[in-house]
């Protein structure tokens, strides 16, 4: 399951599955090019970080997002 949101630094990009959920990051300077909606599924290679105490995932490669 995905879950977007807009900020001014950012989109945030929650993505879930039946156990756990993680943030997805993308800064101004990472041009997404890939559209996504509730319940797509996709595969993403991102660099794991930790932010206030919880990880999540920083896409530095617009590239690497695609729907499966």
Known sequence: EINQ???KTSEII???DET?????VIFP????VIELNKGDRISVV???T????QLELIL???SKIQHI
């Open 5 to 7: 949101s807009v900020t």
């Open 14 to 16: 929650t993505i879930a």
């Open 60 to 62: 530095e490669d617009s």
């Open 20 to 24: 756990k959920s993680i943030n997805l």
């Open 50 to 53: 930790e932010y206030n105490g």
């Open 29 to 32: 300077t990472t041009i997404n």
């Open 46 to 48: 991102a660099k794991v």
